[in-house]
Each structure stands twice: as structure tokens, then as C-alpha cells.
């Protein structure tokens, strides 16, 4: 009947679903390894910033393609002003978060997947509990129609199946509740990325910024000093000078 054939469709959907399913551990290596290229890309552009063998050119050149990349992450730094403090730490922390971004899109993949799968386990539970109360409702009627040995039989029939169609919906639950946990496990994994990945951005722009400044103090330091240095060597100059009379 239609609840057979229901049944059938779910328990394969179930079966495949578990085939395909992903511990915590493999999403976190799949996402590492998806974005190996990308990280390579980056590690080898800010390699050939920090080459002071290098033309300014191509050095240059390198630079503004990691800034298209990432502005947030590489956007404060200048060759011509010297501000390249902090770029390290800067690639490291924009492949920490590709990582950590890869690894949240594989746990919203998953979180879909479980989703879909507990629509159709739930569906399937409406109908068993209609089954059952059918069949609970039916054994409680029960055969006083029927003569002796017949009524009996059928009583028992009846008991029989009221009994497996309470079991299978409490094996139904089992699933259902299965998923739900895998749900909430997905879902805290999701979170965990999300927030690792924002605790590697933000110190990352204000670490940029912070070198930024500083960089910006040195060289207004050193401006004032050349400033300093030529008003003296002005004024040892003037007193050198013969007095004329």
C-alpha cells in the first residue's frame, strides 16, 4: 500500500544519506585541501613583495594583486611607503581564514543535507502515528463480533499489529531524534567556524592599521629630524660666518 511504498522511499533516502554523511574531521580536511590553491597563490605574490632583489615593478605588481584579493587584509600596505610590517602575519591569517570559510560552507552543505533528510523522516513518522493509532484503536474495538476461537485469533491479530505499529513508530522517533542531534552538532560546528573565522579577520585589519600608524609615525620621526638636522646645520652656518663691521 502507499505507507509500504513510503516507507520503502525513505528508508533507501536514509541509507544513502548515511553513505554520503561526513564526520566533523573530514569536512575540516576537504575544506583545508579546496583551498591549497588559492593560499599558495597569495604565499607566493607576498614572497615576491618582501624580494628587495626584485624590480619595484614586479614587486609592485604582486602587491596590488594580493590588495584585488583582499583589500581588508592587504589593502593598508605600500612598497613606495614602506609599509610592509605585518605582511606575514597578514597571509597567514587570510589563508587561516579561507580555511575556516571552507569549512563553514561545508558544515552549511551538511546542515542542508540533514535538513532535507529530517523533512522526509518526519513525514514518514506522521503517517506511522496514524498507522498506530489505527491499530491501537482497532485492538481496542476488538472481535466481539466473531465467535470463540475466532474472536480470539482475531484478538490477537489485532494485538500483533498494534504492537509492531507502535514499534515502528517508536524506531521511526529513533531516527528522527538521530538527526536532530546531528542537526544541533552541524549547526554548533557552523557557529564555531563563523566566529573563528571573524577572531582571524578583525585582529588581522587592526594589526594592518596599527603597523599603518606606526609606519606613519617613523617617517614623520624622521622627516622632523632632517628638519632639525638642516635648521642646525643653518645656524652653524651663520655663526661661521665672518661679522662684517
Known amino acids: 500500500d502507499k505507507l509500504d511504498e513510503q516507507i520503502n522511499r525513505a528508508g533507501k533516502s536514509l541509507e544513502k544519506y548515511n553513505e554520503q554523511l561526513q564526520s566533523s574531521a573530514d569536512i575540516t580536511a576537504q575544506a ?3 583551498v591549497q590553491g588559492e593560499a599558495t ?4 605574490l607576498a614572497k615576491i613583495v618582501q624580494d628587495q632583489t626584485a624590480s619595484y615593478d614586479r614587486r609592485n605588481a604582486a602587491l596590488k594583486e594580493l590588495q584585488s584579493i583582499s583589500k581588508e587584509n592587504f589593502g593598508l600596505f605600500d612598497i613606495e611607503k614602506g609599509k610592509l610590517e605585518g605582511l606575514t602575519g597578514a597571509v597567514q591569517s587570510y589563508t587561516q581564514s579561507l580555511v575556516q570559510a571552507a569549512v563553514a560552507k561545508g558544515f552549511e552543505k551538511q546542515i542542508g543535507d540533514i535538513s532535507v533528510q529530517l523533512n522526509i523522516q518526519r ?3 506522521k503517517e ?3 498507522a498506530a493509532t ?3 484503536e482497532a485492538q481496542r474495538k476488538g472481535t466481539q463480533a466473531l465467535p470463540g476461537l475466532a474472536a480470539a485469533q482475531g484478538q490477537a491479530q489485532l494485538s500483533t499489529a498494534a ?4 514499534k515502528q513508530l517508536q524506531q521511526q522517533g529513533v531516527v528522527i531524534r538521530n538527526l536532530e542531534a546531528q542537526l544541533k552538532s552541524a549547526t554548533s560546528a ?3 567556524a563563523v566566529t573563528e573565522q571573524n577572531k582571524i579577520v578583525a585582529p588581522t585589519i587592526a594589526a594592518a592599521e596599527a603597523a599603518g600608524k606606526q609606519a606613519e609615525a617613523d617617517r614623520e620621526a624622521t622627516k622632523q629630524l632632517k628638519e632639525r638636522a638642516k635648521a642646525a646645520a643653518e645656524l652653524e652656518k651663520r655663526l661661521a660666518a665672518p661679522i662684517r663691521e
Open 41 to 44: 597563490r597569495v604565499q607566493t
Open 134 to 136: 489505527r491499530a491501537q
Open 128 to 130: 506511522l502515528e496514524v
Open 123 to 125: 513525514n514518514l513518522y
Open 32 to 34: 583545508a585541501g579546496s
Open 190 to 192: 557552523l557557529e564555531g
Open 163 to 166: 504492537a509492531d505499529a507502535t
